[in-house]
């Protein structure tokens, strides 16, 4: 079966129910739903293929840091669909606010297990409006479902928990994935929302939706992504790092076979995420084995930002790092060796953003009298990790 | 304090343009967030999810205005 025969079932089944509240408050029937993909029309959800019968595109910068577009196969997507479906329970009651990026893999990915199962999609404009998110979440039903990124999570937690706590008992389950998610925030969530499940993911664009663990189960394993789901395998690799298989993988990157063949090795994909599996055949992820830094859920590759960075006038070395913050995480910090030069850093801040995406523009920008730099004259990158 | 407050999230977010009057526009959500935890912090205030309006972030006076009513 394809996505179209799904969505065909569900619009000859229930034609008028809702299948998707777009932001502006559009609703789309199944039948209309139906109607526009079998006619290639548009639909406010990405159609990065040729048609709904086709393989899809998305960008990623990935497991290699490089930005890139991953093809994933209309197979892929079904095998990702139904190993949401299979561990996280959706059904035709549910109804799943995507507030995150539908570009990006963590919302995108919730579009195809809702409406294979007849669910519907609520889609909002991020969570820049917060109040949005909530008024969605007053959608009369007590089978709401979201993905939420743990830097909205914190958010959430900092500055709307009690409201939040107000759904426990409409919201069914929340996912979340693309970064990882704090001890305390997992065992806050478990305190606001008792009855919900809350499933912390382990997935990329490359290797697909591959471990879910529900850590409102009384444990709260830190740092836990739980077993492999349903088409899918994990294991550790001799060198510590986390390789997938099963139906969920990419087809590989468009027009870059070579680029492919170093990360996709006889059905495999080979990740530079490092991990364990527990005694209850769980994954763990414990960081990465390269130097890409994790910007709540997008791969940055200091070299790219760098090498932007030293096309500014003025900079004659700089080192891009990760940088704590309280409620993003890890932000990107830029430390510059000027040569007695003072730079305006929202200046370097908007040169970097001419050509970089906003998320690979650092936050913070520190002069200092050197780089440190190894022996043999490459950025000493381990120095600067805490 | 309105001074103050564009040093302090001058500091954080310097891709925007504080002096902007459309910038509810150009914040994004992790931008707000930015800003309601640096300003709760800094003031010790109670910041909401109710706060979060076109209106309170319309542009740096109205923030100022939403941190002076708060204290």
Partial sequence: MTILDYIHRNALAVPHKPAIIAQDGTVITYADVYQRMRDCDSLPIPLLGESWESDFHLRTTGTTGKSKTVVISQQAVIANSQNLIHAHGYSSNTVFVVAGALDHLGGWSKIFPTLMTGGTLILLDGMKDVNAFFRAMDYDSTHLATFLVPASIRMLLQFSADRLASYSHKIEFLETGAAPISHTDMLRLCQLLPRTRLYNTYASTETGIVCSYNFNDGRTKPGCCGPALLNSQVFITESGTIACKGSTLMSGYLDEPELTATVLKDGCIHTADSGYIDEDGMLHVLGRNDDVINIGGYKVDPVEVENRALAFPGIQDCICIADQHPVLGDTLKLLVRTGGDKIDKKEIARFMAQTLEPYKVPTRYEYVEIINRTSNGKLDRKSYRK | ?71
């Fill in chain 2, 1 to 71: 304090m309105r001074e103050e407050i564009i040093g302090l999230l001058d500091d954080l977010l310097p891709l925007v343009d504080l002096e902007s009057d459309f910038l509810f526009g150009e914040l994004s959500s992790l931008d707000i967030t930015t800003i309601m935890m640096v300003l709760s912090e800094h003031y010790n205030i109670t910041l909401s999810h109710e706060d979060v309006t076109p209106r309170n972030f319309r542009n740096i006076d109205s923030i100022v205005e939403m941190v002076q009513n708060k204290r």
